[in-house]
């Protein structure tokens, strides 16, 4: 076995468990701040991978009998879930008085979380993919319901676990019949096999169950019902960690899985993929219009992202696959800048509602303007990420108009959903300036390192929304190790 290849993997897993032990020892006073050492760390490790790890070539690297490949796009994203992994941290940091007790145990549970992310991103092989699956999940099944003290993170937790357990039982009895039929666990063996069994019945739905499992993890239509309540329950810095992280693992398996594992059989579920897609455009933005806890709005937001994503994944190409990879990364600094946004202004409340911004131009420019920018970036606005994303998605499905005139039913579909989030992104942008909630004008405080990871969200937003090209190169050159 080649260990050289799972340096990120043993490099998180050891800070991980340095922390627990230091917090033996550490006073109590100073274990709030341990994640500004984990961010520092994951920092270090993050400037490793960028300046040390190459990477690679056509031939990809293998360990553990092919389970495990490092190529183009494991490394891409595992740079992408150590980044945001770093900034939640430094969101931790910032919640971390809401913790009666075990901040470093947060802080290590959320290396572990990325640990299975950084697996996920290597999974070649279902026996992989299953182990990397579930250490994301249960460390969030922990994350969800740290705060035992409030029984809305308590119902978050289970919520999630109930519905987290269905999903793992889809996603083994899939693997399962899949195995059973192809007699290979490794996706390049299922791919070398599955193109005489893609009429068995039990061959696909096999499939469909996986399918299923991991629509869970990104929170397609019908597995999302998880995700409202679990982000309104949930502690801030887990909610944004799940928005972005765990998202973004389950893409990167959907990827493997589908173009790797099944090409042939993916080839003939376009149809399958456009309906999944667009039923959760939809859902996601209707369902968003109602909200004023604004944590449950970006949980129904959320869920349309994922209808967006899933464009790229239906039109079957390298350019789709592409807009994917891009389209995530402009989310990442979306999303996570306005969950620090709300670490920091509603903190104190007793609730996430929508109104606790009133006034927050007056108390804090710098995080109105930060979260005035998130929305517009979700809302797919120029020129911030958000709208190049956006671009992007539904550049690949036009393309495929001429093929299949259902794309062209899609790219409206989707273009409907864009119109439709306007409403619920620029209700916030109002609540923070025209609210005619009285508001509290006491001035929010900002720590340095607070700033530290706004001032890389709006870098990001604005960087890829202007300068798009370095990162579709990046993104292009992640998707080579996929079939189109």
Partial sequence: MNTYLLTHEILVLALGLALLLADLWAPASLRGKFGHLAALGLGGILLYSIFQVPVPAADASTAFGGMFVLDSLALFFKRFFILAAILVLLISVEFSDHFKAGASEFYALILFALTGMLLAASANDFSLLFVSLELITISFYILTSFQRSRVDSLEAGVKYLIIGAL????????????????????????????????ENPIFLFGLLLILGGLGFKIAAVPFQIWAPDVYQGGPTPAVAFLAIGSKAAGFVLLLRFLFIAVPDVAANWSSLIMMISGATILY??????????????????????????????????????????????????????????????????????????????????????????????????????????????????????????????????????????????????????????????????????????????LAGMFFLGMFPAPMVDLAACAVRALKP
């Fill in 167 to 198: 999903s793992t039982g889809f996603t083994v009895f899939g693997i399962a019949l899949v195995s059973g039929i192809s007699g290979h666990f490794n996706f390049n063996q299922i791919a070398a096999v599955a193109l005489e069994h893609r």
């Fill in 284 to 457: 996601g933005n209707l369902c968003a219009i109602p909200q004023r806890n604004l944590k449950r709005l970006l949980g129904y937001s959320s869920i349309s992202h994922a209808g967006y994503l899933l464009l790229g994944i239906s039109a079957l190409t390298h350019a789709g696959q592409a807009a994917v990879l891009y389209y995530l990364g402009g989310y990442l600094f979306t999303v996570l800048a306005a969950f620090i946004v709300i670490c920091l202004v509603l903190r104190q409340l007793e609730t996430d509602d929508i109104s606790g911004l009133a006034g927050l131009n007056q108390r804090s420019p710098l995080l109105a303007t930060t979260m005035t920018l998130s929305m517009v970036s979700l809302a797919g606005i120029p020129p911030l990420a958000g709208f190049f994303g956006k671009f992007l998605l539904l550049k690949s499905v036009i393309e495929q108009a001429g093929t299949n005139s259902h794309y062209w039913c899609l790219a409206g579909v989707a273009i409907i959903g864009v119109v439709i989030s306007f409403y619920y992104y620029f209700g916030v942008i109002r609540a923070i300036y025209w609210s005619e909630e009285a508001p509290d004008l006491t001035p929010i405080p900002i720590s340095l390192p607070a700033r530290l990871a706004i001032y890389i969200c």
